[in-house]
């Protein structure tokens, strides 16, 4: 078992930049693919990118290349998502996620475990 416990999140202007962090305790954090999705209002659930566990391999959505950077700290068990040039648009809850099998994955329901979510507003 893994709990993921998001930080991070709040109101930001447009532009701004965030950082948000997902420390994860219980089982060995090193064998675990890594990613960051996002949900806002009254839409699905939405992959914002993920990480491997060695080596770092990283892939991202297209709504955010460029702008936003997934790296993680093992010795921390802690992943990271760096948010710059940060549009209203990004206004969601963002979730952590881990994934034990092997590979690099973009679907939701390919990840074992959640964390509770962090809030992230940018107003224009």
């Known amino acids: 078992q893994v709990q993921l416990v998001e930080s991070g999140g709040g109101l930001v202007q447009a532009g701004d930049s965030l950082r948000l962090s997902c420390e994860a305790s219980g089982r060995t954090f090193t064998n675990y693919y890594m990613g960051w999705f996002r949900q806002a209002p009254g839409k699905e659930r939405e992959f914002v990118a993920v990480?491997?566990?060695?080596?770092?391999?990283?892939y991202y959505s297209n709504s955010v290349k460029g702008r936003f950077t997934i790296s993680r700290d093992n010795a921390k068990n802690t992943v990271y998502l760096q948010m710059d040039s940060l549009k209203t648009e990004d206004t969601a809850v963002y979730y952590c996620?881990?994934?034990?099998?092997?590979?690099?994955?973009?679907?939701?329901?390919?990840?074992?475990?959640w964390g509770q979510g962090t809030q992230v507003t940018v107003s224009s």
């Open positions: 990480i491997s566990w060695n080596n770092p391999t990283t």
């Open positions: 996620a881990a994934r034990r099998l092997y590979g690099i994955s973009s679907l939701g329901r390919e990840y074992d475990y």
